[in-house]
């Protein structure tokens, strides 16, 4: 599967937009300096959703364009979070969900996606209207997990951008769609990285509970 998405990638790569490389880019400096907790993640951010909000309504992935206009206020929300946090630093601490905040979100976003899914099955053109329903509405949760420093957002977007990666793969964005292979990498060690910073943050001697 790999070596015919790669393939695909080469081919797509001397016809594809400038746009979208660019947004590609600004996507993985995004994550980067997230998981360095750098407020430059956000600059990056605004940067790529704008770009992409417009390339995926272009191939009418409706929820995806709309998902990513959320973006754009979520990297204003975000860099404001991040520098206004309650700590003696002023930085927000990171922090964690218990499993009822969990099971609380996880089955809205499914319930959720499945009634936008319907929706948008009976009435527009968007394709693959539930699968796309789902990465969205995982993403506004996700999203908003990031601005707040939960712990937990990098195991949400790991199961998001796996299942964004067929999505993208079935619309020919194969660009888009070895980003978020790479996305899956570095969430999973944004995790590890975060969670390390967690527990060091809450065994000094001023640090901050979750």
């Not at 992409?52 to 973006?71: G, H, I, Q, R, T």
Request: hydrophobic letters at 50%; aromatic letters at 18%.
């Amino acid at each position: 599967m790999f070596d015919t998405i790669w393939q695909g990638a080469l081919s797509y790569a001397q016809t594809m937009s400038h746009w979208e490389t660019a947004a590609v880019l600004l996507g993985v400096a995004y994550i980067i300096f997230a998981m360095r907790q750098s407020q430059l993640c956000w600059y990056a951010a605004f940067g790529s959703t704008a770009i992409f909000s417009w390339l995926f309504f272009d191939v009418s992935l409706l929820m995806e364009s709309a998902l990513n206009v959320y973006y754009l206020a979520m990297a204003i929300y975000g860099w404001i979070s991040w520098r206004n946090g309650k700590s003696s630093t002023n930085s927000l601490p990171i922090q964690r969900w218990q499993f009822n905040h969990h099971a609380l979100a996880i089955g809205g976003v499914l319930l959720i996606s499945a009634a936008s899914g319907y929706l948008l099955s009976k009435n527009t053109t968007a394709v693959m209207p539930y699968l796309d329903s789902f990465t969205t509405w995982g993403a506004v949760l996700t999203t908003w997990m990031v601005t707040r420093k939960i712990l937990e957002n990098w195991l949400y977007w790991v199961v998001i951008d796996a299942v964004a990666i067929y999505l993208y793969i079935d619309r020919e964005l194969y660009l888009t769609a070895l980003l978020m292979m790479v996305y899956v990498v570095l969430a999973t060690a944004g995790y590890f990285m975060w969670r390390k910073d967690y527990l060091e943050q809450t065994t000094a001697p001023n640090g901050v509970p979750a």
